[in-house]
Each structure stands twice: as structure tokens, then as C-alpha cells.
């Protein structure tokens, strides 16, 4: 996967707060119903139902239009604040008020569905209308409707279960859709390191993957050899055969280096046609998983076509820095081609050199 395949993935895919939305819509939608439903059931006044006829018609209208953003969700939420609340309050009754409930599902979803100043500002809002409400039936407590106990109680029975309810699925939703939206954000993240990482073309490593590896190794002391290896004449391949030819040659290339040294190090392209490869072995075995990977190498189907040789060089990590110990493994490489090519050689730190056959 590309960064444009990358960004495109983003893109499309839904905010948590929409999907929070389209969640509430229907839970919304649920409720409503079902009080209707309940209020005929123990024959509440039926003026008790308007308000959730207003929900419902809300509901459809918004999901309708599909227009889900921002502004849509702001102005749903302050229709049901600003209307419906109030409605719910005043035909729910004196004393047995349950529209406090449904001020705290409010101010669940608003915590859910919004940031910064929008939240803030609905908040608020709650707070003064229900500062508000208790001090007017403290005012003029007949100023509200008063039921029989029993219509009262009725509704008390059902309304408290339910808004226990809707917070759940409402918590449960948040609580599923922001694990699955975790998953994700964790699935781009790996996705973006493996790409700041790893080289497009061969799906080896690159040069800020290996020398951070480096930088741990020294920090830890431990043991490392390194090999550079860079094919011969590639520029020759490119121009006679084509640069899919190049790119396929390149790609076979690190695939062989993954199977004979991945288990034991890291692989990276240092650049063009030239591989760096960090081994925490000794030399005899990396001497021994040379001859292995040279003869694999010969018998690749790509390098037979193009006659394509390699040339190397490599030394063991002696407590000098790092810019040192590449140098010393780059002039090796050096020496290999300029004494025939198609050659691997190992320098110590007195620059003697031993051939180790391709």
C-alpha cells in the first residue's frame, strides 16, 4: 500500500462521531417509539407523546437527507435541548419528574458527538435549563402538571429503566466504535512505519531502518559484522535489458538476502543496486552463508538472463564508530570491483584482504 492508498484509506473512512451519531439516531428512533407505544398502553395523556412524534419526525428527516456533519448533528442536538426537553419537562408533571434523565443522556451524547466550544456551550446549556426548571417548580409549583400517582407512578416504572438502558447502549456503542476505530489507527500506524521503514521497490528495509538497528547494537554492545553488496555494471542491465528488468533483478536480490540472513540480522538497500546487510554472527558462518547465497544467487533465472554478477565487501564492528567501520566495509567493496569484480572480500582494520570466492 502507497501513501496516496494510504491517505485515500483515511479519507473514507467515517469519523467516530458520525458513526456515534447514526447510533444515537437509532436508539433515538427505538425509544420514541416505544413510549408512544407504553403511554397508550397505560393510557397517559396523550399530549405526553407529542414530543417523541417530534423525535421520531427528526429522526426520519435528518437520516433522509444523510447530511451528517457538523451543523446537522449541532442542530438536532439544540432542537431536542431547546424544545423537546422542555416539553418532556412541563406534560411529565411536578414531583415526579423524570426529565432529568434525559438531561443526562444529553449530556452524554454531547460529550460524545462534540469538542471544543460546541460542547461547551450545550453543557451549559443543560446546566441553566435544569437550574432552571428546579427553580420554577420551586416557584410555582402549579405551574406544572399533576398526575394521579398511579399514571405517575407508571411512568416513573418505565421511563428510569429505559434511560438506564439507552445510556448503556449508548456507552456500548462509544465503547465498541472507538475499539474498532483503535484497531484501525493502530493497523495506519503500522502501516506508516513500515513504509517510513521499508523500500518500495524490493520490500527490504531501508537506510534509516538499518542504522537505527546499528545505533542499538552500539548501544548494547553487541556483536555485528557487516556486508555490502552492489551488483556489477547495473547500469548495463538497465540499458540492455530494460528497467523492469533492473527492478525485477533488484527485487530478486532482496528476496535471497531475506532468506539466507534475515533470521540472523537486517537487510536494507542502501541505495541503487547496492545492499547492506547487519549479521550478528562470527565470520566463518557468514563466510559459509556467503557460498550459500552466491550459489542461489548464479541459479536465479534473472541473473542468467542478464549475466548479472555481484561484488561485496565485509568486516567485523570493532569498537570504532560506525562511520568508520562502513568505510572499512565500503573500501572493500572498492577493492573487490576494482580487482575484477564478481568478488566478496573481508578487510580487517589493517586493510588485508581475503577472497572469498563468487
Given at each position: 500500500?502507497n501513501?496516496?492508498?494510504?491517505?485515500n484509506l483515511?479519507s473514507t473512512?467515517r469519523?467516530?462521531?458520525?458513526q456515534?451519531f447514526?447510533q444515537?439516531?437509532?436508539?433515538?428512533?427505538?425509544?420514541?417509539?416505544t413510549?408512544i407505544?407504553?403511554?397508550?398502553?397505560?393510557?397517559?395523556?396523550?399530549?405526553a407523546?407529542y414530543k417523541?412524534?417530534?423525535?421520531?419526525?427528526v429522526t426520519?428527516?435528518?437520516?433522509?437527507?444523510?447530511?451528517?456533519?457538523?451543523?446537522?448533528?449541532?442542530?438536532?442536538?439544540?432542537?431536542i435541548?431547546?424544545?423537546?426537553?422542555?416539553?418532556?419537562?412541563?406534560?411529565?408533571g411536578?414531583?415526579s419528574?423524570?426529565?432529568?434523565?434525559?438531561?443526562f443522556?444529553?449530556s452524554?451524547?454531547?460529550?460524545f458527538?462534540f469538542?471544543g466550544?460546541?460542547r461547551?456551550?450545550?453543557?451549559?446549556l443543560?446546566?441553566?435549563?435544569?437550574?432552571?426548571?428546579?427553580?420554577?417548580?420551586?416557584?410555582?409549583?402549579?405551574?406544572?402538571?399533576?398526575?394521579?400517582?398511579?399514571?405517575?407512578?407508571?411512568d416513573?416504572?418505565?421511563?428510569?429503566?429505559?434511560?438506564?438502558?439507552?445510556?448503556?447502549l449508548?456507552l456500548r456503542?462509544?465503547?465498541?466504535t472507538?475499539y474498532?476505530?483503535?484497531?484501525l489507527?493502530n493497523?495506519?500506524n503500522?502501516?506508516l512505519?513500515?513504509?517510513?521503514?521499508?523500500?518500495e521497490?524490493t520490500?527490504?528495509n531501508?537506510r534509516?531502518?538499518?542504522?537505527?538497528?546499528?545505533?542499538?547494537?552500539i548501544?548494547t554492545?553487541?556483536?555485528?559484522v557487516?556486508?555490502?553488496?552492489?551488483?556489477?555494471?547495473?547500469?548495463?542491465?538497465?540499458d540492455l535489458y530494460?528497467?523492469?528488468m533492473?527492478?525485477?533483478?533488484l527485487r530478486?536480490i532482496?528476496?535471497l538476502?531475506?532468506?539466507?540472513f534475515?533470521?540472523?540480522?537486517h537487510i536494507a538497500?542502501?541505495?541503487?543496486?547496492?545492499?547492506?546487510?547487519?549479521?550478528?554472527l562470527?565470520?566463518?558462518?557468514v563466510?559459509?552463508?556467503?557460498?550459500?547465497?552466491?550459489s542461489?544467487f548464479?541459479?536465479?533465472?534473472?541473473?542468467?538472463?542478464?549475466?548479472a554478477?555481484?561484488?561485496?565487501g565485509?568486516g567485523?564492528?570493532e569498537?570504532?564508530?560506525?562511520?568508520?567501520?562502513?568505510?572499512?566495509?565500503?573500501?572493500?567493496?572498492?577493492?573487490a570491483?576494482?580487482s575484477?569484480?564478481?568478488?566478496i572480500?573481508?578487510?580487517?582494520?589493517?586493510?588485508?584482504?581475503h577472497d572469498?570466492?563468487i
Amino acid at each position: 500500500m502507497n501513501i496516496r492508498e494510504l491517505l485515500n484509506l483515511k479519507s473514507t473512512e467515517r469519523s467516530i462521531q458520525d458513526q456515534l451519531f447514526n447510533q444515537i439516531l437509532v436508539i433515538i428512533l427505538i425509544v420514541s417509539v416505544t413510549n408512544i407505544i407504553l403511554n397508550l398502553v397505560i393510557q397517559y395523556p396523550f399530549d405526553a407523546n407529542y414530543k417523541w412524534i417530534a423525535m421520531v419526525f427528526v429522526t426520519w428527516l435528518v437520516n433522509k437527507y444523510k447530511d451528517h456533519s457538523l451543523w446537522v448533528r449541532f442542530a438536532c442536538i439544540f432542537f431536542i435541548i431547546v424544545f423537546l426537553i422542555p416539553i418532556g419537562w412541563y406534560n411529565s408533571g411536578a414531583h415526579s419528574n423524570n426529565v432529568i434523565a434525559y438531561v443526562f443522556l444529553c449530556s452524554v451524547a454531547v460529550s460524545f458527538l462534540f469538542n471544543g466550544w460546541q460542547r461547551l456551550f450545550f453543557i451549559f446549556l443543560l446546566v441553566t435549563m435544569m437550574c432552571g426548571f428546579i427553580t420554577v417548580e420551586y416557584l410555582y409549583p402549579d405551574f406544572l402538571h399533576a398526575h394521579a400517582p398511579d399514571l405517575a407512578f407508571y411512568d416513573r416504572i418505565i421511563q428510569v429503566p429505559m434511560s438506564l438502558l439507552v445510556v448503556f447502549l449508548m456507552l456500548r456503542q462509544f465503547s465498541n466504535t472507538f475499539y474498532e476505530k483503535n484497531i484501525l489507527l493502530n493497523t495506519l500506524n503500522a502501516k506508516l512505519e513500515s513504509m517510513a521503514y521499508q523500500d518500495e521497490l524490493t520490500q527490504v528495509n531501508n537506510r534509516a531502518y538499518i542504522f537505527e538497528k546499528y545505533r542499538h547494537s552500539i548501544e548494547t554492545d553487541q556483536h555485528f559484522v557487516s556486508l555490502m553488496v552492489d551488483l556489477d555494471n547495473f547500469k548495463n542491465v538497465n540499458d540492455l535489458y530494460g528497467h523492469q528488468m533492473g527492478d525485477r533483478l533488484l527485487r530478486e536480490i532482496g528476496n535471497l538476502l531475506k532468506k539466507h540472513f534475515k533470521d540472523d540480522g537486517h537487510i536494507a538497500r542502501y541505495g541503487g543496486d547496492e545492499f547492506i546487510i547487519m549479521l550478528h554472527l562470527d565470520l566463518e558462518t557468514v563466510a559459509q552463508r556467503l557460498d550459500h547465497f552466491i550459489s542461489q544467487f548464479n541459479l536465479l533465472e534473472v541473473v542468467k538472463k542478464t549475466g548479472a554478477t555481484l561484488s561485496g565487501g565485509y568486516g567485523v564492528f570493532e569498537h570504532d564508530s560506525l562511520d568508520e567501520h562502513l568505510r572499512d566495509v565500503d573500501v572493500a567493496l572498492y577493492k573487490a570491483k576494482k580487482s575484477g569484480k564478481n568478488k566478496i572480500l573481508h578487510m580487517n582494520k589493517l586493510f588485508n584482504t581475503h577472497d572469498y570466492k563468487i
